[in-house]
């Protein structure tokens, strides 16, 4: 779920669902091999319908992956900026 809410606030991807795979394979790069896209989607989809966690777990693992965000954004930023590029002239 954690890769799900950090894939949903990247706006460098099209789709969140292939930006959540990458992510969670990436961070599990020995577990579940045979794990796409369309079956991570569906593993999420079943834990919100059969409510798997609660309201307030899934609340806490939003703001866990809403820091990475920030500090990525943050980061990005700084690189990208006019005083920056003459910086490294």
């Known amino acids: ?4 809410y950090t894939a949903l ?3 460098s991807t099209t789709s969140t669902t ?4 990458t992510i969670w394979s ?3 790069p020995t577990d579940r091999s045979n ?7 569906n593993v999420k989809r ?5 409510k798997g966690l609660t309201d307030l777990e899934l609340a806490s693992i939003q703001e866990k992956a ?3 965000i920030s500090d990525t954004r943050v980061e990005d930023q700084d690189q990208d900026t006019p005083e920056r590029q003459l910086q490294m002239m």
């Not at 079943?46 to 059969?50: G, L, N, R, S, Y």
């Open 18 to 21: 292939k930006a959540a795979n």
């Open 26 to 28: 990436e961070k599990h």
């Open 9 to 11: 606030h990247d706006p």
């Open 66 to 68: 809403r820091p990475n």
């Open 46 to 50: 079943d834990i919100i319908k059969q």
């Open 1 to 4: 779920m954690e890769a799900f």
């Open 35 to 41: 794990i796409n896209a369309y079956k991570l989607g």
